[in-house]
């Protein structure tokens, strides 16, 4: 009689969580992706759509969500944001970087052997509003637009979303992110800490992050010149007289100093050959890109003080080639961008363009828009409060494409871009990351 009770409570118990489970659907019927264009037949959901974080400015954020392919219910829980300021998560980190798919010169998607959801639940954001799907019909928001605003609507976004998937509230909870995500990550991390709210927040991750302005922005010229990419002298000129830091600096306030303009000139020539190595992985092939894309903002960004100096000289051969290189190559990220403008492919994620007329990968607004202030406070300082509250940290730096350096771990090995060298199988590539496995090189 006692072993039937029991199972007939181990049977309400299944049939219970099998219930909570299926909410997914239920809830958030209208979100759930049935097909995407061109897509393979896979075996897990996903979901699209938009959560509303400032009513009166009718500002809302849009969100892919894509459940691990086996046992979701017992596998972490990814926030993911991609950097910039005003990069799309959607169409770099899931479309190119280790999302499910990825596009097939952008008339089709393909399965990604690489992807993070083998092995977690991941949630990428389009984030700040403008960037993306993502929108504002307030004007005036991006002219306000700063790190302060950008972590209180991702609070705001993670709260609403929780509230449409309740299902995952008891999932292991991790914020990762790459580039300006070393503010966007660990900002938003402490006002979870801070607020207590009840977002099971174990651990955060973030690769190549920004975290101190003047380290980070100066170590472009020595990694050049570690790499014999610029000679002793260029790289002993930008050092000692007007460095990486200084000149964006100068270039985002639109007036040179002499001095600069000075370095500048002299070491245009060596800085313009640079224009055909790919800065995110300086040993393959250059992939031509285009305008605005991640490459570019990040060449622009790093070159500026060149870039714009040369520009006010009306200097014609140092002209900025962005445009010129545009039809030269289909890169995985145009790619991305050709496929997530289609417009069966935004009704099928549930999208749709406000303020736009084409889907971009980096925002040329928020790019433009974003308050450089907070840029120069180091968050670094952050980690260190995160740890005491005793949030798993892990920060990790590329070098050549695929190896990093971890704080407080040994030497990993990670995939690197889609044209790198592959050194550890799927799956202790993601364990490494996703579980904070220790890897070490074979």
């Known amino acids: 009689m006692l072993s039937q009770i029991w199972i007939f409570m181990v049977i309400i118990m299944c049939a219970s969580f099998q219930l909570n489970w299926s909410t997914v659907e239920s809830s958030s019927g209208a979100e759930k992706i049935l097909s995407l264009s061109g897509q393979p037949k896979v075996s897990f959901q996903q979901f699209g759509g938009y959560i509303t974080v400032h009513d009166k400015q009718h500002r809302a954020l849009y969100y892919y969500f894509v459940e691990a392919e086996t046992n979701p219910a017992s596998k972490p829980l990814i926030l993911w944001l ?72 991702n609070l705001v976004f993670l709260q609403r979303w929780q509230a449409k998937f309740p299902q995952y509230k008891n999932n292991e909870f991790y914020i990762m992110g790459e580039s300006y995500g ?79 303009i000075s370095v500048l000139i002299q070491i245009s020539d060596e800085y313009s050959d640079l224009d055909s190595i790919d800065p995110y992985y300086v040993i393959g092939d250059k992939c031509l890109s285009y305008n605005l894309s991640r490459a570019a903002i990040l ?73 450089r202030e907070g840029e120069e406070i180091p968050t670094i300082n952050i980690l260190g409060s995160l740890i005491k509250s005793g949030l798993q940290v892990f920060v990790y730096r590329l070098v050549d494409g695929h190896k990093f350096m971890a704080i407080n771990l040994p030497m990993l090995l990670l995939e690197g871009p889609p044209t790198a060298p592959q050194p550890l199988n799927p799956r202790d590539r993601l364990c490494c990351l996703i579980h904070f496995y220790v890897e070490t090189a074979p």
């Open 299 to 371: 060449t622009h960004r790093q070159r500026s003080g060149i870039s714009q100096m040369l520009r006010s000289l009306h200097m014609q051969k140092y002209k900025n080639n962005y445009q010129y290189h545009q039809e030269l190559d289909k890169c995985p990220e145009k790619n991305a961008e050709m496929y997530l403008n289609r417009k069966e492919v935004q009704k099928a994620l549930h999208a749709w363009l406000v303020g736009v007329n084409q889907y971009r990968l980096c925002s040329p607004v928020v790019f433009d828009k974003y308050k």
């Open 82 to 153: 991609n950097g910039g300021p005003g990069c799309s998560s959607i169409g770099v980190g899931a479309f190119t970087e280790h999302g499910p798919f990825v596009t097939n010169y952008g008339e089709s998607i393909t399965k990604n052997k690489y992807s993070w959801n083998r092995e977690a639940n991941i949630l990428y954001l389009e984030s700040p509003a403008g960037v993306g799907f993502s929108y504002s019909t307030d004007k005036s928001f991006y002219d306000t637009l700063n790190d302060d605003i950008t972590a209180r609507d």
């Open 182 to 260: 070393g503010h966007y990550v660990p900002q938003l991390a402490e006002l979870i800490v801070k607020s207590k709210m009840n977002f099971n927040l174990k651990r955060m991750g973030i690769g190549n992050p920004l975290l101190e302005y003047e380290t980070d922005y100066n170590s472009v010229d020595e990694f050049y010149w570690s790499h014999g990419m610029i000679s002793d002298y260029v790289y002993e000129l930008r050092s000692s007289v007007c460095n990486n830091s200084k000149s964006s600096k100068q270039s985002l306030g639109g007036c040179f100093s002499l001095d600069c």
